[in-house]
């Protein structure tokens, strides 16, 4: 890897945290695209190399996620379920961690940023009415997606391109770098709920 790759890895990286290049009229998308160019046009990267890095069931999959979150948000589907979580449990407490269990449960089916994108502006709505501070259930929210996430294989680049890595050669052992997280739902689930009991932990403070 040359000085010229490492350092377009890092500026991508940083427009993709950042969210757009700032001066340019460019997001995500475009800040990807743009290291591409750059890459291609260095000769660091060949245009083969480059359809060889691009995993199309992933991408297919993951597309096909996304639709699906969407729908679901375009039916009211998470508004139901934002408005049965604030206002079914009373306590504090006993919202929290429900919040905490749906937000875990949803993230391992859905894509989970979808899911946080989605029910944020839902819950916060539903807190108001109840005149409850919002704040310690956005950090629930927010730590519960990503934590409910590691209880499925299909809903992020990583786990879907090690499952479809794994089934290329056999399911024989871990490659890449994939390690333990291609495994079925069925052991991931576990290794989910851990990380959703300790957030509740921490965050049931924060109340």
Do not use: K, W
Not at 3 to 28: C, H, N, S
């Amino acid at each position: 890897m040359t000085t010229l790759a490492v350092l377009v890895f890092i500026l991508v990286y940083i427009g993709m945290a950042l969210g757009r290049v700032p001066g340019l009229q460019l997001e995500r998308t475009g800040v990807a695209l743009l290291g591409l160019i750059v890459l291609l046009a260095s000769g660091d990267l060949t245009l083969e190399e480059a359809g060889r890095a691009v995993d199309m069931p992933t991408i297919a999959l993951l597309f096909a996620l996304m639709i699906l979150s969407a729908q679901f948000e375009q039916s009211g589907f998470y508004g139901l379920v934002a408005s049965r979580v604030t206002h079914v449990a009373r306590n504090p407490s006993v919202l929290l961690a429900l919040l905490i269990t749906v937000t875990g449960i949803l993230s391992a089916i859905l894509t989970n940023d979808v899911i946080a994108f989605a029910l944020t502006p839902l819950i916060c709505a539903g807190l108001r009415t109840q005149r409850l501070d919002p704040r310690p259930y956005l950090v629930a929210l927010a730590g519960a997606a990503n934590a409910g996430s590691t209880g499925a294989t299909l809903n992020s680049v990583r786990s879907s391109s090690c499952v479809q890595r794994r089934r290329r050669s056999g399911g024989a052992g871990a490659s890449g770098g994939c390690g333990r997280t291609t495994g079925s739902v069925e052991v991931m689930a576990p290794l989910s709920a851990r990380p959703l009991s300790r957030l509740y932990a921490a965050t049931v403070r924060l109340l």
